[in-house]
């Protein structure tokens, strides 16, 4: 332990999406680890994060409130990552749930094609794993493996469910600038996730500055050295917050790193939380213009009247 102290890993998933551990298990790990900052960002899911937030409170880590949203773009998926959203926002909650029963619409096709392929598996075991978190495919490699057609997750993905594969199904989602929008309204700060695996995604990044983007995700798993100077170059040339994070999933979980691998300074976590504020205190002042503005022109008309 300490080694980590003044780091931030900025990006993890827990049992309320996709991840194996509970999220006080992963906040009490990010202690154990030294971690002076852990963000929670679970796929399409807020519900991970009071108990994060409380876990963070007795283990003296500071919890960085987040959700991570997968979209789509010209064929690229493109995921991006919320800071600092408010949780009990409505609008945010109706969005996240709208893709929660995307991503149930999407397991029961799953299976349905695997079916048709001679591979049963059922329904019921994926959304027994899922155990009541937003269903993924990792849910699906899970019960795959289980019921014995493959010997683990990447596997699973890689004969099966991954993009290519014959079970392949593509799912609903919302654009990249659409998710930017909803973590906005939601008082949060949107940040790119991972561009290194997104492809070429043309002028993603210009169009997302107009969707208030604030940072870019530079420090990550399958960044090389490369990407990683290319991505540091793109942030500063932007005024983007630079953010890192292992994409931690928890054990048994082969994919992407273990928590605190990747991580950026706790500074970060700083810049991210006056970004939010500062996105809340303009809407809110544009807000207010509107309806001052409203107010005032009717006043001129009153005004001008003869
Ligand atoms: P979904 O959100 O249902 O589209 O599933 C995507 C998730 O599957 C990612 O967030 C990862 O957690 C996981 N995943 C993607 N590719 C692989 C892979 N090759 N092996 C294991 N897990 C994967
Ligand atoms: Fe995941
Ligand atoms: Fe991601
Ligand atoms: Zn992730």
Known sequence: MGFLAGRADLHTHTNASDGSQTPS????????????????TDHDT?????????????????VVPGVEINTEQGGHEIHILGYYVDRH???????????RGGRERRAARIVARLREIGVTISLDHVMELAAGAAVGRPHV?????EAGWVRN???????FIGLGAPAYVPREWLSPTEAADVILAAGGAPVLAHPGTAGD????IPRLLEH???GIE?????????AERLFRRIAEENGLIMTGGSDSHGSGFAFRSGLGQRTCPFETVTLLEAAARKGRVTRAARAARAAGGAGAAGGATRDDRP
């Open 25 to 40: 298990e992963v906040v009490r790990a990010a202690a154990d680890l030294g971690l002076s900052a852990v963000a929670i």
């Open 218 to 226: 530079v420090f990550y798993p399958e960044h090389g050295e490369e």
């Open 46 to 62: 807020v519900a991970g994060l009071e108990e994060a937030l409380e876990q963070g409170r007795k283990s003296g880590v500071v």
């Open 201 to 204: 995604a043309g002028d993603l």
């Open 212 to 214: 208030g983007l604030v």
């Open 141 to 145: 490699a899970r019960a795959l493996a």
């Open 89 to 99: 926002a409505p609008e945010l909650a109706a969005k996240l749930q709208w893709l």
């Open 153 to 159: 997750m990447a596997e699973a993905f890689d004969q």
